[in-house]
């Protein structure tokens, strides 16, 4: 099974450990940050959205714009733009691009947030009305007539366009959200179901539930996971780093805005505070320290140890299901390049090995 290495390009450097400073549109960071992407061996990155945020279209649009073969996975939130003009503005960058676009829906867990953009429904009246949304976003890509719908949020009719994604494959759709809602959709409509960095355990379980929903649609996703890697030479080293890391953090959280609130919204972010309360080191190498200190805002945990270490960690996470691993640091720009020279080959040699012996096996 192939195995996917995205990266994350924010508008301009910051982090738990990073104040933000300056424009919120960094040119120059952007670009250096694209390019580092692409050097390092990325297939593609993520452009974040939030309700206060630069838009994440346009942002892929500029990335995609500095580089020749980097995908862009754009975070895009259903309910705010017409799903039929939503459409048609990933299927023209994915033209202009040449396929090159894929799609994280996020259909939001905090209500507050939403109410920033105007969006009063209730958790469960977004999933219902992100299905009907995806609905019409794949008709509009596929369908080469003119076509109509009907759904309790969205009536169309005689929708059309003219443009269509630039690959026969189409545009992949990625999927984010923990809650039993969410994984009802997740099975009608992810391409890629998208988890934050859970426990073996956690994880397993959440691949059987999504698995079991796409199985009622004759459907087989694909399952990506998002960790926050943290390497040194030694795993001494390592912890030492992540150590540091914390200290850092806990100290700028007034700067930085990475503070624990004291609801938790989401669902995902309570599956991580629960592995949290069972210790900061899980598993062989997962590092809870950032989820528990910021209430999970995010993705969160971390593989902590040597290269060798976390990508033996990521090939576990592959034997259970995963097949595409969302990593971003904490230093966002060195840590790319860090992944590109000393992870993601070492985690593209294991799995191609043991891809081989599967298949020697099965022979």
């Known amino acids: 099974m192939p195995v996917e290495f995205i990266g994350f390009i924010g508008s301009r450097n ?20 694209a390019k580092i992407h692409e050097n390092a061996g990325f297939d593609r990155a993520l452009i974040a959205f939030h309700s206060n945020s630069p838009e994440s279209i346009l942002l892929a649009q500029h990335v995609a714009s500095v580089t020749r073969d980097l995908g862009v996975l754009i975070a895009h939130r259903p309910g705010f733009n017409a799903p039929t003009i939503a459409a048609r503005q990933l299927a023209t960058l994915d033209n202009l691009s040449r396929g090159r676009v894929a799609v994280h829906i996020i259909t939001g867990g905090s209500d507050v947030e939403l109410q920033a953009d105007g969006d009063h429904t209730t958790k469960a009246r977004r999933y219902a009305r992100t299905s009907e949304y995806l609905d019409i976003v ?64 956690q994880v397993s379980e ?35 780093r992540a150590d540091r890391i914390l200290e850092t953090a806990r100290a700028l959280q007034a700067e930085t805005g990475y503070t624990r609130a004291a609801h938790i919204p989401n669902e995902g972010s309570r599956r991580l505070l629960a592995a949290a309360e069972k210790g900061a080191r899980l598993d062989k190498r997962l590092w809870t320290g950032i989820a528990a200190l910021t209430g999970a805002r995010g993705n969160s945990t971390a593989l902590v140890g040597t290269p060798d270490q976390v990508a033996e960690a990521l090939l576990d996470y592959y034997r259970i299901g995963i097949s595409t691993f969302l990593i971003r640091g904490f230093d966002p720009l060195e840590d790319a390049y860090e992944y590109g020279r000393d992870l993601i080959p070492r985690v593209r040699a294991l799995i191609a090995a043991e891809d081989g012996r599967g298949r020697t096996a099965a022979a």
């Open 206 to 240: 959440t691949v059987a539930r999504v698995r079991a929903a796409a199985a009622r649609h004759g459907r087989a996703p694909r399952f990506s996971l998002s960790l926050r890697p943290i390497l040194a030479d030694t795993e001494e080293a390592a912890w030492a």
């Open 138 to 201: 794949r008709a509009e890509w596929d369908s080469r007539a003119p076509f109509d719908y009907t759904g309790d949020f969205y009536t169309v009719r005689g929708a059309s366009s003219l443009v269509h994604p630039y690959r026969e494959s189409g545009i992949p759709v990625y999927f984010g959200g923990s809650s039993d809602e969410a994984i009802v959709v997740a099975g009608k409509h992810a391409d890629v179901y998208a988890l934050w960095g859970e426990t073996y355990e």
């Open 14 to 33: 910051q982090s738990e450990t990073i104040p933000p400073q300056g424009a919120a549109v960094d040119l120059n960071h952007i670009e250096a940050s």
